[in-house]
């Protein structure tokens, strides 16, 4: 019998983490840009997809793993990049990682992980890539790429998206204080203080380059054999671009709804990326997921995975490690009954019939 207070969803898992943390921390968790706009409509446009299930279908046996890259993946859920595990938890990004392994999931560790490359390399054996933003200091992301290399990970993920940091007013208002971000160390000075505001909106204005380009993705794939997927397209145009310069990966992210308000959902926008690439790379989608039936919604209009950010961090915060692996397996118990109830007995037969958007009803209507 399962304890009464343990959390059974991922919203119970965000009101205990809301408990836990300071507000500071909570909010730089959970906050999105500006009005917030795009961080309601990245959770409120899965809502806005209705399922469109088969019957008497043989469900007897759920098989939800899939590939990627060429590696074999228990299910289509990864662990998402997401910055300071250590305002949640002390053991940070090496209790994300133990418990990410303990379920044989992928996780894409951040570039400004308070853990280590080499911590949490070395706490468990896994499946890992490394998501990494390009500096004005090119070597400073070099060494980070080198070292990622060295202790096994399998994939860059490089984000797109960040020129300038996005406007978050929630940090600002409490003036985010930076904690030490272990892998800039004798790198990149992270001592810096913003009496007016946040100290990480004055780091990356400091650090980030807004000259970033195309060419910079074509400079990253000539140092290093590692697969690059860019993480941050929302359209076709840059869809088509990424492909024809011969990344191996797309994934369909407004950062979290951090960055620029008044984007669409990356749901909303994930079909469209899919056509555009015409199964030439895997589409990868996150923002937004906190049940199992988002993760089958996207699947259903395309994506080979889904990334998954806050709810990871929640139960970071509300259990710890043990808090991790339950998220993870609450979302993979929910995609299990979602296809068997939709008659979907492996990824392979999730299709795009299976769901029903805003635009087919208003198309069914004409």
Not at 80 to 96: I, K
Request: aromatic share 6%; charged share 25%; proline share 4%.
């Amino acid at each position: 019998m399962e304890d009464q207070d343990e959390p059974v969803n991922i919203h119970e898992f965000q009101e205990l983490a809301k408990k836990a943390l300071p507000k500071m921390f909570y909010d730089y968790y959970n906050g999105g840009a500006d009005d917030e706009y795009t961080l309601k409509e990245n959770i409120q446009a899965f809502q806005r997809i209705l399922l469109r299930p088969r019957v008497l279908v043989d469900v007897s046996k759920i098989d939800m793993s899939t590939k990627l890259l060429g590696y074999d993946l228990s299910s289509p859920i990864i662990v998402a990049p997401t910055g300071m595990h250590q305002f949640a938890h002390p053991d940070g990004e090496v209790a994300t990682a133990r418990a990410a392994a303990a379920c044989n999931t992928l996780m894409v560790l951040s570039f400004s992980s308070n853990r280590k490359i080499e911590d949490v390399a070395s706490s468990c054996n896994a499946l890992r890539f490394y998501q990494l933003y390009v500096y004005k200091r090119r070597d400073v992301s070099e060494t980070l790429v080198r070292r990622a290399e060295k202790y096994g990970f399998k994939a860059i993920v490089l984000t797109v998206d960040t020129p300038k940091l996005g406007r978050r007013e929630k940090d600002i208002k409490n003036k985010l204080i930076i904690p030490n971000l272990s892998n800039l160390e004798g790198l990149l000075s992270v001592d810096i203080d913003s009496p007016g505001g946040s100290d990480l909106e004055k780091f990356a204005y400091e650090t980030l380059d807004p000259s970033l380009s195309w060419k910079d993705v074509e400079w990253l794939k000539s140092i290093t054999s590692l697969p690059i997927l860019l993480k941050g397209i929302v359209t076709v145009e840059d869809a088509l671009k990424a492909v024809q310069i011969g990344v191996s990966g797309i994934v369909v992210s407004n950062h979290g709804a951090r960055q620029l308000d008044y984007t669409p959902a990356t749901i909303s926008a994930l079909q469209e990326v899919v056509h555009a690439v015409s199964g030439s790379v895997p589409v990868l989608l996150d923002g937004g997921i906190r049940r199992g039936t988002d993760v089958f919604k996207a699947l259903a209009l395309g994506a080979t995975a889904v990334l998954v950010g806050r709810p990871i961090l929640y139960g970071l915060a509300a259990k710890g490690e043990k808090g991790v692996k339950r998220v993870i397996e609450i979302l993979k118990n929910e995609l299990e009954l979602t296809m068997a109830l939709s008659g979907t007995p492996s990824i392979k037969d999730v299709m795009r019939s299976h769901v029903q958007t805003e635009g087919d009803r208003l198309r069914s209507l004409l």
